[in-house]
């Protein structure tokens, strides 16, 4: 099917939509259902139109060029109309393009350190905190749901939910191994160490979303460690969860609450079984196109943070900023985020054109 073919069907299906609404005793579940079509074929509808209107401007136009009368006119409307029409045709395809189902979700941020001891946790609490002050620049809320830290300040593992407009869409890329080079606090000679961290970045579920028999499910409940006094020792409000098909086990004890703890390790589990349902097509899919993107496997060194040159650089899109202050604080984190979405973007629209 060429794009002129899709787009003809793409208006005549919002045409279809738009009728059905108009038509009286629809039943409450279809008019939620068509309305929510409806609003999303609005704009790809009134794209193609803008752009259609462009495309008969300009055969008009240099039908208008054998008139002498008529022929400046016509050369100045198309030298307005030329460079016009690839761009909305370039908006429309971008519309077009296949949306992942969770780009509109609330995220799960995991954070554990990897291979370099301290210097690896110090590392993961840095890459922790400079997603919080990145939340904080998006206008997102970032509510720590568990940390766990050694005794230099350092971060063994941290999770925290990340909510606001599109968090998904922008963070998912993020996912993968970190890698920090620099000199240790602990480092007497000044050798510049290599640590890293891993980052998962997980669409967040409901209970609809992912259905979870009860009868898979191994919960075990134990006194929880660390700081809170009295509390820890008589209270058993550690949960510990462990799915039986998948084998995915986690563990909640931020909460004095058992019940409390229960819920935030079930809005783990789920996020985490729709990750590893959903990982195997992605990577599949990444790689029949071959994206250079990556699968958003936490497994794949994505990016280095090298401080003693002060550059920090993403090895999948070789893009390579010298400003490493600014992404660590959270500023310059967009710079990378944006390319690689752009990146992602051109080769969708590369596998679209090759379909048509």
Known sequence: MSLTETYAKVVERFEEVRDALSQPGLAAEQFTKLSKEYSDLTPVAEAIG??????????????MLSDPDMREEAKNEIDLLRPRIPKLELRVQKMLLPKDAADERNAL???????????????????????????????????VMELSQNDIGGLKEGTAQISG????????????????????????????HTSTATVAVLP??????????ERDLKIDV????GAGGQHVNKTESAV????????????????????????KAMKI????????????????????????????????????????QGRVTDHRIDMTLYKIDD???????DDFIDALITRDEAEKLAELGAKT
Do not use: C
């Open 240 to 263: 510990r969860i462990t799915h039986l098909p998948t084998g995915i086990v986690v563990a909640m004890q931020d909460e004095r609450s058992q019940h409390k703890n229960r819920a």
């Open 50 to 63: 803008d752009l259609n209107k462009a495309k008969k401007e300009l055969a008009d136009a240099e039908q």
């Open 165 to 192: 407009k599109g968090v998904f869409a922008r963070l998912k890329f993020e996912s993968g191994v970190h890698r920090v080079q620099r000199v240790p606090q602990t480092e007497a000679n000044g050798r510049v």
């Open 327 to 333: 992404v660590v604080n959270g500023t310059a984190l």
């Open 204 to 213: 967040e579920m409901e209970e609809v979303d992912v259905d979870i028999d």
């Open 222 to 225: 134990y006194r929880s460690s």
């Open 109 to 143: 941020l995991e954070i554990r350190a990897g291979t370099g001891g301290d210097e690896a946790a110090l590392f993961a609490a840095l890459l922790f905190d400079m997603y919080r002050k990145y939340a904080v620049i998006r206008g997102w809320k970032f509510e």
């Open 269 to 308: 589990l789920r996020a985490k079984i729709y990750e590893k349902k959903s990982s195997a097509i992605h990577a599949a899919h990444a790689a029949e196109r071959k994206s250079q993107v990556g699968t958003g496997d936490r497994s794949e060194r994505i990016r280095t943070y090298n401080f003693p």
